[in-house]
T-cell receptor, first 109, second 111 residues
Framework: AQRVTQPEKLLSVFKGAPVELKCNYS??????LFWYVQYSRQRLQLLLRHISRESIKGFTADLNKGETSFHLKKPFAQEEDSAMYYCALSAGNNRKLIWGLGTSLAVNP | GAGVSQSPRYKVAKRGQDVALRCDPISGHVSLFWYQQALGQGPEFLTYFQNEAQLDKSGLPSDRFFAERPEGSVSTLKIQRTQQEDSAVYLCASSPPGPQYFGPGTRLLVL
């Protein structure tokens, strides 16, 4: 079955601390993984896609096929990083997205 | 440039009422997706269009849900005889193809 698991509903860290938001997936084919972010009162926006292998706003994510994970990391969290983060898997010919439940990140001053 | 827009942003319906939700994708985007997001959940796929063709409607929860994109641009999601369990945020996304770009969503509350 195709599934995305984000085990933490809420993650709270202090400003300047490292942050890791976990994402595990289950998919029989070759997955394409994404991280989307939703800031307060804003729409969902793409943060990262694994094929780009880029760093956005200091965030990186590496696809680990052995562990079926795509964890999102940032070495030094900022208050403006506080948001809802969703991990998603692109599946099938139509590339529909299968989503995790999301992790709410709170960065405290 | 203009992003994906959706209207109305909020809709309150009485149980049994029909509703229509509109999505204006980014101009030129071939693919259009509808998702439903219940409170505290991630989005769930409803249906997919490539131009005017509805290629996947496997996520529509019942035959009360109907979507169309007659000219390959604007799409409408219609829900007939709304039920309380239809209360959710309905998200529309378009893609060139490639990454999906989302609208602000329509928050539907069925009383």
């Amino acid at each position: 079955a195709q599934r995305v698991t984000q085990p933490e509903k809420l993650l709270s860290v202090f400003k300047g601390a490292p942050v890791e938001l976990k994402c595990n997936y289950s998919y029989s084919g070759s997955p394409e993984l994404f991280w989307y972010v939703q800031y307060s009162r804003q729409r969902l926006q793409l943060l990262l896609r694994h094929i780009s292998r880029e760093s956005i706003k200091g965030f990186t994510a590496d696809l680990n096929k052995g562990e079926t994970s795509f964890h999102l990391k940032k070495p030094f969290a900022q208050e403006e990083d506080s948001a809802m983060y969703y991990c998603a898997l692109s599946a099938g010919n139509n590339r529909k997205l299968i989503w995790g439940l999301g992790t709410s990140l709170a960065v405290n001053p | 440039g203009a992003g994906v827009s959706q209207s109305p942003r909020y809709k309150v319906a009485k149980r049994g009422q029909d509703v229509a939700l509109r999505c204006d994708p980014i101009s030129g985007h071939v693919s259009l997706f509808w998702y439903q997001q219940a409170l505290g959940q991630g989005p769930e796929f409803l249906t997919y269009f490539q131009n005017e063709a509805q290629l996947d409607k496997s996520g529509l929860p019942s035959d009360r849900f109907f979507a169309e994109r007659p000219e390959g641009s604007v799409s409408t999601l219609k829900i007939q005889r709304t039920q309380q369990e239809d209360s959710a945020v309905y998200l529309c996304a378009s893609s060139p193809p490639g990454p999906q770009y989302f609208g602000p969503g329509t928050r539907l509350l069925v009383l």
